[in-house]
């Protein structure tokens, strides 16, 4: 089954109003990494959280990690019509030498100006 | 300056045939994925690449095929295809090695559809 399950699935906010969105996963993770994907394109890096780490800042991105709960969220501050996307968790297992990324459903964010 | 490019973008084609989808990288990466997202945008892993040695097949039907012939190269083989493929195929690279802290780089995708 799916590794990572992302919540909301959809979210439609107005521009410059926050948007947060979290993900739960079911299994022990080396670290765990948020992608964007726009329209009809490729997933785009954002940014990773190792196990050990709480928060993490990325300019107006914030991600926590509670790896008692399994979850992670992600923040966006001061949204723009340019954060329009879906935005994916990936835990990373590491095994054997190699990660594999495990992506859950995504969750569609809407900004409006 | 494309890191991670795919060919074609779009294909088309009847049940039962054969296509191919071809993946380039230019990144320098040693380690080359191939994932397949459905109708539901759910992203999953299909094979993984290391310096052109399969490290990963996720219990893929073995109508495809992947071939690296060398490590900035991963192309996928999908024989007899069937509706049931019909996706989006993204390809993508990372550093690889021994750190669990790679990000991975995405191609465009390319996306299937079968008739």
């Known amino acids: 089954s799916q590794q990572g399950e992302e919540d909301p699935q959809a979210l439609s906010i107005q521009e410059g109003e926050n948007a947060t969105m979290n993900c739960s996963y079911k299994t022990s993770i080396n670290n765990l990494q948020w992608y964007r994907q726009n329209s009809g394109r490729g997933l785009v890096h954002l940014i990773l959280?190792?196990?050990?780490?709480r928060e993490k800042h990325s300019g107006r991105l914030r991600v926590t990690l509670d790896t008692s709960k399994k979850s992670s969220s992600l923040l966006i501050t001061a949204s723009r019509a340019a954060d329009t996307a879906s935005y994916f968790c990936a835990t990373a297992l590491f095994s054997g030498g190699y990660n594999k990324l495990i992506f859950g459903a995504g969750t569609r964010l809407a900004v409006h100006p | 300056d494309t890191a991670v490019s795919q060919t074609p973008k779009y294909l088309v084609t009847q049940m039962g045939n054969d296509k191919s989808i071809k993946c380039e990288q230019n990144l320098g990466h040693d380690t080359m994925y191939w994932y397949k997202q459905d109708s539901k945008k759910f992203l999953k892993i299909m094979f993984s690449y290391n310096n052109k040695e399969l490290i990963i097949n996720e219990t893929v039907p073995n109508r495809f095929s992947p071939k690296s012939p060398d490590k900035a190269h991963l192309n996928l083989h999908i024989n007899s295809l069937e509706l049931g493929d019909s996706a989006v195929y993204f390809c993508?690279?990372?550093?690889?090695?021994?750190?669990?802290?790679?990000?991975?780089?995405f191609g465009p995708g390319t996306r299937l559809t079968v008739l």
């Open positions: 993508a690279s990372s550093q690889g090695g021994t750190s669990p802290y790679n990000e991975q780089f």
């Open positions: 959280i190792r196990s050990n780490e």
